[in-house]
T-cell receptor, first 115, second 114 residues
Framework: AQSVAQPEDQVNVAEGNPLTVKCTYS??????LFWYVQYPNRGLQFLLK??????LVKGSYGFEAEFNKSQTSFHLKKPSALVSDSALYFC?????????????FGKGTRLSVIA | SAVISQKPSRDICQRGTSLTIQCQVD?????MFWYRQQPGQSLTLIAT?????????ESGFVIDKFPISRPNLTFSTLTVSNMSPEDSSIYLC???????????FGAGTRLSVL
């Protein structure tokens, strides 16, 4: 079985500071990892994914994530946070590259960027 | 990205009634996924709907409670039957489209059961 852990319910950061949202995963075989963002009253928006290759993945809105196989982690990062980044962030995993395999989600981390 | 339309966007329903949620995609897709997001919780997969076959339900979800239809490659419905307040959640339709195997989501249906 596959699972995702997001150890922080809430992350607070000052505008302009770097931010990190943590994610660790458990999967048999190779992991296929994703980050999504959910703004109030809206569906999930895809940010970035890791399938293979470079451990540092760049995505939308200046976000990036670093895949660390030895630590089974896939932390989301941004060098300089914006107030508009305040939202709910979900890490997700699947054990197959196939789109026919649905994603398994972490519980989410609420990011609050303070001006 | 895929354009996914869900209807209704929100509803308030009485206990014991049923609600059917529609999901329309702007292009043909093989699989459609239905998720539930309970208040303050993560997304939980309800079922996977493949056109032309019975939906596959996850543990804890049954067809009598959440019947799903998939009449063609662009449309699916999820019915929440005999509702109770515990069914109050956001229900999300999701598809994978394109060669990058990214899962896209509709805006969701926010259901409140009184």
């Amino acid at each position: 079985a596959q699972s995702v852990a997001q150890p922080e319910d809430q992350v607070n950061v000052a505008e302009g500071n770097p931010l990190t949202v943590k994610c660790t995963y458990s999967v048999s075989g190779n992991p296929y990892l994703f980050w999504y963002v959910q703004y109030p009253n809206r569906g999930l928006q895809f940010l970035l994914k890791y399938i293979t290759g470079d451990n540092l993945v760049k995505g939308s809105y200046g976000f990036e994530a670093e895949f660390n196989k030895s630590q089974t982690s896939f932390h989301l990062k941004k060098p300089s946070a914006l107030v508009s980044d305040s939202a709910l962030y979900f890490c997700a995993v699947r054990s197959s590259p196939s789109g026919n395999t649905p994603l398994v989600f972490g519980k989410g981390t609420r990011l609050s960027v303070i001006a | 990205s895929a354009v996914i339309s869900q209807k209704p966007s929100r509803d308030i329903c009485q206990r014991g009634t049923s609600l059917t949620i529609q999901c329309q995609v702007d292009s043909q897709v093989t699989m459609m996924f239905w998720y539930r997001q309970q208040p303050g919780q993560s997304l939980t997969l309800i079922a996977t709907a493949n056109q032309g076959s019975e939906a596959t339900y996850e543990s804890g979800f049954v067809i009598d409670k959440f019947p799903i239809s998939r009449p063609n490659l662009t449309f699916s419905t999820l019915t929440v039957s005999n509702m109770s307040p515990e069914d109050s959640s956001i229900y999300l339709c999701s598809v994978v489209r394109g060669g990058k195997n990214i899962q896209y989501f509709g805006a969701g249906t926010r259901l409140s059961v009184l």
